[in-house]
């Protein structure tokens, strides 16, 4: 959003400001959890239990009271206490490192990963040299993965926690177009070496968690941040890469309120100076969660990105607005390199216990006389209406979500490339970027050690033809004169996505697991019809986020 901010969201901070001083102080505690939604959908019943106060909407989470013994649970889940021998204990059980004393906890593990797959609908007979265990027969799709996470406490004030992942994957057609078209495999890093026949990269998290008083948490590092109840986010989601941020979050009464501090980059915007070997931008986001009773609760986000220097490289001098605490402020930079500033508001309600109603609206460029205009970009906004609950028709750990989101065209762009609302080319919101409607359904069934999950998902978006900008591709400019504007213009295209997994639990520990999943994915325009078919088997480990369904 450039300018216009209205008398009504003063008026509503105003009235936080004032409840978040009379409320009774609030707990926060420092230990981390991975973000992950087949991990946090397991949270369901005691998140959106009637009888929670918990935030739900800031991700990932510091583990509370309200999480610790449904964590528990978790992470003993298929645990058999009668194994002595230290091998089975550390392969089935236990972490690999685990000590814990008054004083300090630590655990370490290694998480390797390696799947065989079949793209049913690939023709190519072009050469895959990919082998998914790195020696041995080569697979056309697959994964070979090497890595590590490493965590602990120190005291009752102080966590840590890192993972780091080397990675060689053999993706479907339609993945490795997107990895090609960007130079990045999305969510997770670079491409390394984009003349091979498969894709060869890295990744890793890093965080400091400090707890100095327990209405306050301080979060240093490198790592990924959602907004939301959903499975989506059209604020701010763990669709990019991680990345490095400092994180102040408060929690006072019904009152959570997080400012954060990141550092992005842009491989695919020309560079000014030979510092590193990206464009660079500064990112500031605010969100306010206010609990109004134990069922309804609302937010309220900002984000400003901010360019270090122009394309002529004119450095941009010290912004007051980037230690700006106050939520819908940060919008009033210099003008002569003006940010590119965003406002959102989120809603839950929860309609029964362990079942909510959740939403988010996003504002990125508003002019109230043109609001309720669908062909004009006076107004361009997004829209997230979803609902989730757990233990269904009364079966325990059958949990669901249903999710609908629309973006307009030119949501998130900015007049300089760099300052438009991304990271590494990708979109920090929904992975479709702007330009799209999508409905998307999710059901997941957890009993002893196996776990089902399920997905169907359909989008209309509109692409771009040669020499076209139609409001979808967040890496080009805002048309100096754009025209009228609907959802869906330019080349109409139409997706269709199944995703299905059956998976057996190996250590709960850090989710190490035989996994057989299928995709379906069927693209169609009218220049093309794009269709893959994919079976996947093989060892899978780590909470992390993998987005296929794009």
Same mark, same amino acid.
């Given at each position: 959003?450039?300018k216009?901010?209205?008398?009504?969201a003063?008026?509503?901070v105003?009235?936080?400001?004032?409840?978040?001083l009379?409320?009774?102080?609030?707990?926060?505690?420092?230990?981390?959890?991975?973000?992950?939604?087949?991990?946090?959908?397991?949270?369901n019943?005691?998140?959106?239990?009637?009888?929670?106060?918990m935030?739900?909407a800031l991700?990932?989470?510091?583990?509370?009271?309200?999480?610790?013994?449904?964590?528990?649970?978790?992470?003993?889940?298929?645990?058999?206490?009668?194994?002595k021998?230290?091998?089975?204990?550390?392969?089935?059980?236990?972490?690999?490192?685990?000590?814990?004393?008054?004083?300090?906890?630590f655990?370490?593990?290694?998480?390797?990963e390696?799947?065989?797959?079949k793209?049913?609908?690939?023709?190519?007979?072009?050469?895959?040299?990919?082998?998914?265990?790195?020696?041995?027969?080569?697979?056309?799709?697959?994964?070979?993965?090497?890595?590590?996470?490493?965590?602990?406490?120190?005291?009752?004030?102080?966590?840590?926690?890192?993972?780091?992942?080397?990675?060689?994957?053999?993706?479907?057609?339609?993945?490795?177009?997107?990895?090609?078209?960007t130079?990045?495999?999305?969510?997770q890093?670079?491409?390394?070496?984009?003349?091979?026949?498969?894709?060869?990269?890295?990744?890793?998290?890093?965080?400091?968690?400090?707890?100095?008083?327990?209405q *306050?948490?301080?979060?240093? @590092?490198?790592? &990924?941040? !959602?907004?939301?109840?959903?499975y989506?986010?059209? /604020? %701010?989601s #763990?669709?990019?890469?991680?990345?490095p941020l400092l994180?102040?979050?408060?929690?006072v009464?019904?009152?959570?309120?997080?400012?954060?501090?990141?550092?992005?980059?842009?491989?695919?915007?020309?560079?000014?100076?030979?510092?590193?070997?990206?464009?660079?931008?500064?990112?500031?986001?605010?969100?306010?969660?206010?609990?109004?009773?134990?069922?309804?609760?609302?937010?309220?986000?900002?984000?400003y990105?901010v360019?270090?220097?122009?394309?002529?490289?004119?450095?941009?001098?010290?912004d007051?607005?980037?230690?700006?605490?106050?939520?819908?402020?940060?919008?009033?930079?210099?003008s002569?390199?003006?940010?590119?500033? *965003?406002?959102?508001?989120? @809603?839950?309600? &929860?309609? !029964?216990?362990k079942?909510?109603?959740?939403?988010? /609206? %996003?504002? #990125?460029?508003?002019?109230?006389?043109?609001?309720?205009?669908?062909?004009?970009?006076?107004?361009?906004?997004?829209?997230?209406?979803?609902?989730?609950?757990?233990?269904?028709?009364?079966?325990?750990?059958?949990?669901?979500?249903v999710?609908y989101?629309?973006v307009?065209?030119?949501?998130?762009?900015?007049?300089?490339?760099?300052?438009?609302?991304?990271?590494?080319?990708?979109p920090?919101?929904d992975?479709?970027?702007?330009?799209?409607?999508?409905?998307?359904?999710?059901?997941?069934?957890?009993?002893?050690?196996?776990?089902?999950?399920?997905?169907?998902?359909?989008?209309?978006?509109?692409?771009?033809?040669?020499?076209?900008n139609?409001?979808?591709?967040?890496m &080009?400019? !805002?048309?100096?004169?754009?025209?009228?504007?609907?959802?869906?213009?330019?080349?109409a295209?139409?997706?269709?996505?199944?995703?299905?997994?059956?998976?057996f639990?190996?250590n709960?520990?850090?989710?190490?697991?035989?996994?057989?999943?299928?995709?379906?994915?069927?693209e169609?325009?009218?220049?093309?019809?794009?269709?893959?078919?994919?079976?996947?088997?093989?060892?899978?480990?780590?909470?992390?986020?993998?987005?296929?369904?794009?």
């Amino acid at each position: 959003m450039q300018k216009n901010y209205t008398r009504l969201a003063g008026k509503i901070v105003l009235l936080l400001c004032v409840t978040t001083l009379s409320v009774t102080i609030g707990k926060a505690q420092s230990v981390y959890l991975p973000q992950s939604y087949q991990l946090y959908q397991k949270f369901n019943a005691d998140i959106y239990s009637k009888g929670s106060r918990m935030h739900t909407a800031l991700r990932p989470f510091l583990i509370d009271s309200t999480l610790n013994e449904r964590y528990g649970q978790l992470l003993d889940r298929g645990v058999d206490t009668t194994r002595k021998n230290w091998f089975s204990r550390k392969l089935f059980n236990e972490h690999l490192i685990d000590v814990k004393t008054k004083e300090y906890t630590f655990y370490g593990d290694i998480l390797l990963e390696s799947t065989f797959g079949k793209d049913f609908n690939d023709e190519s007979t072009d050469p895959i040299n990919f082998k998914p265990v790195g020696f041995g027969p080569n697979s056309r799709i697959g994964l070979n993965t090497r890595g590590f996470q490493f965590g602990g406490t120190v005291g009752t004030k102080f966590s840590f926690y890192t993972s780091g992942y080397e990675n060689q994957a053999s993706f479907p057609d339609y993945y490795t177009d997107y990895v090609k078209l960007t130079g990045f495999v999305p969510g997770q890093a670079y491409d390394r070496a984009p003349s091979k026949s498969y894709r060869d990269y890295s990744y890793a998290t890093a965080i400091l968690s400090y707890t100095p008083i327990k209405q *306050l948490n301080i979060t240093l @590092g490198l790592d &990924k941040t !959602f907004i939301g109840d959903g499975y989506r986010s059209i /604020l %701010l989601s #763990d669709y990019s890469a991680p990345m490095p941020l400092l994180r102040l979050t408060a929690n006072v009464g019904n009152i959570q309120y997080m400012m954060m501090w990141t550092y992005m980059q842009d491989i695919n915007v020309p560079q000014f100076d030979s510092f590193g070997g990206n464009r660079r931008k500064w990112g500031l986001f605010h969100y306010l969660d206010w609990n109004v009773s134990k069922s309804l609760s609302f937010g309220f986000f900002n984000a400003y990105i901010v360019p270090e220097a122009d394309d002529q490289g004119n450095r941009r001098g010290f912004d007051v607005n980037f230690i700006n605490p106050v939520i819908f402020a940060s919008g009033l930079g210099p003008s002569s390199q003006p940010g590119n500033a *965003l406002v959102g508001f989120t @809603g839950k309600y &929860k309609i !029964f216990d362990k079942t909510a109603l959740y939403g988010q /609206l %996003l504002i #990125d460029r508003f002019k109230a006389r043109s609001f309720f205009k669908n062909n004009t970009t006076d107004n361009t906004n997004g829209v997230q209406l979803g609902i989730r609950g757990a233990d269904i028709f009364g079966v325990k750990d059958l949990n669901y979500l249903v999710e609908y989101n629309a973006v307009k065209p030119y949501t998130g762009f900015s007049n300089q490339v760099i300052s438009s609302y991304s990271y590494y080319s990708q979109p920090l919101g929904d992975p479709f970027g702007a330009n799209f409607r999508e409905v998307t359904g999710i059901m997941n069934y957890s009993i002893g050690r196996f776990d089902i999950q399920g997905q169907l998902l359909y989008a209309k978006y509109g692409t771009d033809g040669l020499n076209e900008n139609n409001g979808r591709d967040i890496m &080009k400019p !805002f048309p100096a004169t754009p025209a009228n504007t609907t959802i869906g213009q330019g080349i109409a295209s139409n997706l269709y996505y199944a995703e299905g997994t059956v998976s057996f639990l190996i250590n709960p520990k850090y989710n190490m697991r035989l996994e057989l999943g299928g995709i379906y994915r069927q693209e169609k325009s009218d220049l093309a019809n794009k269709k893959a078919a994919v079976i996947t088997f093989g060892l899978r480990s780590s909470f992390r986020n993998l987005y296929h369904d794009f």
